[in-house]
Protein backbone atom coordinates (compact mmCIF):
# COMPACT_ATOMS: atom_id res chain seq x y z
CA UNK A 1 0.00 0.00 0.00
CA UNK A 2 3.04 2.33 -0.21
CA UNK A 3 3.99 4.68 2.50
CA UNK A 4 1.50 7.06 4.32
CA UNK A 5 1.12 10.30 2.92
CA UNK A 6 2.13 13.83 4.88
CA UNK A 7 -0.59 15.22 7.36
CA UNK A 8 -2.89 17.73 4.95
CA UNK A 9 -1.29 20.76 6.35
CA UNK A 10 1.75 19.40 4.25
CA UNK A 11 -0.05 18.80 0.98
CA UNK A 12 2.33 19.61 -2.21
CA UNK A 13 -1.03 21.07 -3.75
CA UNK A 14 1.15 20.91 -7.24
CA UNK A 15 0.96 16.83 -7.23
CA UNK A 16 -3.15 17.59 -7.90
CA UNK A 17 -4.73 17.93 -11.18
CA UNK A 18 -7.53 21.05 -11.31
CA UNK A 19 -9.12 21.54 -14.70
CA UNK A 20 -10.25 25.42 -15.67
CA UNK A 21 -13.30 25.03 -17.82
CA UNK A 22 -14.00 28.80 -19.67
CA UNK A 23 -15.77 29.17 -22.99
CA UNK A 24 -13.85 32.33 -23.20
CA UNK A 25 -9.78 32.25 -23.86
CA UNK A 26 -9.57 35.58 -21.92
CA UNK A 27 -10.45 33.83 -18.60
CA UNK A 28 -8.30 30.78 -18.79
CA UNK A 29 -5.62 33.14 -18.99
CA UNK A 30 -6.53 35.06 -16.16
CA UNK A 31 -6.93 32.06 -14.00
CA UNK A 32 -3.22 30.97 -15.87
CA UNK A 33 -1.88 34.13 -14.79
CA UNK A 34 -3.04 33.92 -11.03
CA UNK A 35 -2.62 30.65 -10.48
CA UNK A 36 0.30 28.83 -12.59
CA UNK A 37 3.10 28.59 -9.86
CA UNK A 38 0.69 26.86 -6.87
CA UNK A 39 -1.11 24.65 -8.87
CA UNK A 40 -0.95 21.89 -11.40
CA UNK A 41 -3.77 23.91 -14.06
CA UNK A 42 -5.26 22.06 -17.34
CA UNK A 43 -7.82 23.89 -19.32
CA UNK A 44 -10.81 23.30 -21.75
CA UNK A 45 -12.88 25.86 -23.93
CA UNK A 46 -16.21 24.57 -23.20
CA UNK A 47 -18.27 21.59 -21.69
CA UNK A 48 -17.51 19.07 -23.84
CA UNK A 49 -13.88 19.28 -24.13
CA UNK A 50 -13.87 19.15 -20.69
CA UNK A 51 -15.53 15.60 -20.46
CA UNK A 52 -13.15 14.91 -23.02
CA UNK A 53 -10.33 15.54 -20.99
CA UNK A 54 -11.66 13.81 -17.83
CA UNK A 55 -11.68 10.82 -19.67
CA UNK A 56 -7.44 10.42 -18.75
CA UNK A 57 -6.93 13.31 -16.20
CA UNK A 58 -7.85 12.29 -12.78
CA UNK A 59 -8.64 15.96 -11.48
CA UNK A 60 -9.23 17.04 -7.87
CA UNK A 61 -11.03 20.06 -8.45
CA UNK A 62 -12.82 20.66 -11.42
CA UNK A 63 -13.65 24.80 -11.80
CA UNK A 64 -16.23 25.81 -14.36
CA UNK A 65 -17.79 29.08 -15.75
CA UNK A 66 -21.77 28.58 -15.07
CA UNK A 67 -22.89 30.64 -18.58
CA UNK A 68 -21.11 28.66 -21.53
CA UNK A 69 -22.88 27.97 -24.83
CA UNK A 70 -24.06 24.23 -25.32
CA UNK A 71 -23.66 23.03 -21.61
CA UNK A 72 -23.60 25.07 -18.41
CA UNK A 73 -21.40 24.76 -15.63
CA UNK A 74 -23.88 23.29 -13.69
CA UNK A 75 -24.54 20.92 -16.50
CA UNK A 76 -20.82 20.06 -16.83
CA UNK A 77 -20.24 19.63 -13.16
CA UNK A 78 -23.04 17.20 -13.31
CA UNK A 79 -21.93 15.20 -16.24
CA UNK A 80 -18.34 15.59 -14.84
CA UNK A 81 -19.27 13.83 -11.22
CA UNK A 82 -19.70 10.23 -13.44
CA UNK A 83 -16.75 10.10 -14.68
CA UNK A 84 -14.75 11.58 -11.75
CA UNK A 85 -17.29 11.17 -8.48
CA UNK A 86 -14.30 12.37 -6.02
CA UNK A 87 -13.49 15.64 -7.84
CA UNK A 88 -14.66 18.80 -6.13
CA UNK A 89 -16.90 20.64 -8.57
CA UNK A 90 -16.46 24.55 -8.42
CA UNK A 91 -18.85 26.92 -10.14
CA UNK A 92 -17.89 30.42 -11.58
CA UNK A 93 -20.74 32.74 -11.70
CA UNK A 94 -21.46 36.30 -12.08
CA UNK A 95 -25.10 36.02 -11.77
CA UNK A 96 -26.38 34.95 -8.42
CA UNK A 97 -29.43 32.92 -9.83
CA UNK A 98 -29.67 31.35 -6.50
CA UNK A 99 -32.72 28.92 -7.24
CA UNK A 100 -30.32 27.15 -9.60
CA UNK A 101 -27.17 26.98 -7.20
CA UNK A 102 -29.32 25.80 -4.32
CA UNK A 103 -30.50 23.29 -6.57
CA UNK A 104 -26.90 22.65 -8.08
CA UNK A 105 -25.47 22.19 -4.77
CA UNK A 106 -27.81 20.03 -3.17
CA UNK A 107 -27.49 17.63 -5.69
CA UNK A 108 -24.01 17.20 -5.40
CA UNK A 109 -22.71 18.46 -8.40
CA UNK A 110 -21.12 22.01 -7.08
CA UNK A 111 -19.04 21.67 -3.92
CA UNK A 112 -18.83 25.31 -4.13
CA UNK A 113 -19.68 28.42 -6.10
CA UNK A 114 -18.04 31.40 -6.11
CA UNK A 115 -19.15 35.19 -7.89
CA UNK A 116 -17.08 36.84 -10.33
CA UNK A 117 -15.02 38.44 -11.02
CA UNK A 118 -13.37 36.34 -8.01
CA UNK A 119 -10.77 37.36 -5.85
CA UNK A 120 -7.30 35.67 -6.73
CA UNK A 121 -6.45 35.49 -2.62
CA UNK A 122 -9.79 34.50 -1.76
CA UNK A 123 -9.91 31.77 -4.81
CA UNK A 124 -6.24 30.11 -3.71
CA UNK A 125 -7.67 29.74 -0.67
CA UNK A 126 -10.73 27.82 -1.96
CA UNK A 127 -8.80 25.86 -4.17
CA UNK A 128 -6.23 24.77 -1.39
CA UNK A 129 -9.64 23.52 0.64
CA UNK A 130 -10.78 21.68 -2.28
CA UNK A 131 -7.71 19.67 -2.90
CA UNK A 132 -7.47 19.05 0.58
CA UNK A 133 -11.00 17.79 0.25
CA UNK A 134 -9.74 15.79 -2.67
CA UNK A 135 -6.75 14.26 -0.86
CA UNK A 136 -8.78 13.26 2.33
CA UNK A 137 -11.41 11.34 0.28
CA UNK A 138 -8.87 9.32 -1.56
CA UNK A 139 -6.81 8.77 1.65
CA UNK A 140 -9.84 7.43 3.21
CA UNK A 141 -10.67 5.23 0.33
CA UNK A 142 -6.78 3.64 0.37
CA UNK A 143 -6.88 3.07 4.11
CA UNK A 144 -10.21 1.35 3.87
CA UNK A 145 -9.20 -1.10 0.95
CA UNK A 146 -6.29 -1.73 3.56
CA UNK A 147 -8.64 -2.45 5.92
CA UNK A 148 -10.49 -4.36 4.31
CA UNK A 149 -7.52 -6.43 2.79
CA UNK A 150 -6.32 -6.87 6.42
CA UNK A 151 -10.10 -7.71 7.75
CA UNK A 152 -9.78 -10.75 5.10
CA UNK A 153 -6.35 -11.58 5.96
CA UNK A 154 -7.43 -12.10 9.55
CA UNK A 155 -10.73 -13.70 8.73
CA UNK A 156 -9.04 -16.29 6.73
CA UNK A 157 -6.62 -16.89 9.66
CA UNK A 158 -9.39 -17.44 11.72
CA UNK A 159 -11.12 -20.00 9.39
CA UNK A 160 -7.86 -21.60 8.21
CA UNK A 161 -5.51 -21.95 11.14
CA UNK A 162 -1.42 -22.40 9.91
CA UNK A 163 -1.08 -26.12 10.14
CA UNK A 164 2.54 -26.91 11.04
CA UNK A 165 2.56 -30.39 10.34
CA UNK A 166 4.23 -33.20 12.12
CA UNK A 167 6.73 -32.18 14.70
CA UNK A 168 10.09 -33.99 13.90
CA UNK A 169 12.92 -34.15 15.93
CA UNK A 170 15.27 -36.49 18.42
CA UNK A 171 15.90 -34.23 21.36
CA UNK A 172 14.78 -34.46 24.81
CA UNK A 173 12.57 -31.52 24.67
CA UNK A 174 10.84 -32.35 21.49
CA UNK A 175 10.15 -35.37 22.94
CA UNK A 176 8.99 -34.09 25.83
CA UNK A 177 6.60 -31.94 23.72
CA UNK A 178 5.67 -35.06 21.54
CA UNK A 179 4.44 -37.93 24.17
Known sequence: AGPAPPPMRDLDFRKFDILVVDDEEDNLDAFRFSFRRSFTLHYALGGPAALERLRDL?????????????????????????????????????????????????????????????????????????????????????LREQLSLYTGYLEREQRDPIDFGEIAGESALIKEVTA
Open 58 to 142: DAAVIVSDQRMPGMSGIELLERAKQIRPDAVGILLTAYADLDVLIHAVNSGAVDRYIQKPWDSKELAVILRQAVTSFATVRENQR
